[in-house]
């Protein structure tokens, strides 16, 4: 070996103990913290959110509540099955006049239009207001009256899914 190539070895020896040192401390961190987490939008896809709040809020004109309890929870079942959890599902059919729907004939709820999507407690929370429609608005941007509701959305069975509404 020549002179050079010696000084260089403790050099290398001493970057190579740092960068050892660098990922154990780094190691360490992620078992204390329970690692890096993953980031807000892979928790919750606003675009995969959004969707099947819109589709729910598309379905809450087929769910008459004024009807009869056995016709609101056979509505139920059909219209939000594929868009709610089961538990939430079978809360509303357990108690039909808890299931959001169309209260009157006129005006009726069109759409929901989504204001905000955000991660929170492994959910996806969600605020948004209920546009409500009479024959004059039906096809239009506007509205009859607007109801303000939260929605919280989880995975379930690898789908997104409605696990609790709030109108407020």
Sequence with gaps: MTMKSQ?????LM???RWIAALL?????????????GPEPAELCPADAVRAVVMDFGERLQ???????DSLVRRAVRA????VVTAALLEKWITDPASAPGRDVSSPWPDRIEVRQVRSADRACAVSGDVVYVTSAETGTAAAAAR???????VQEDGAWRIAAYDAN
């Design 7 to 11: 000084n260089s070895l403790p050099i």
């Design 14 to 16: 001493i970057v190579s």
């Design 24 to 36: 154990l401390s780094a190691a360490a961190a992620c078992e204390i913290d329970g690692g890096p």
């Design 62 to 68: 087929r769910v008459s509540t004024a009807a009869p």
């Design 79 to 82: 219209a939000y099955a594929t």
């Design 147 to 153: 109801e303000h509701v939260t929605l919280r959305v």
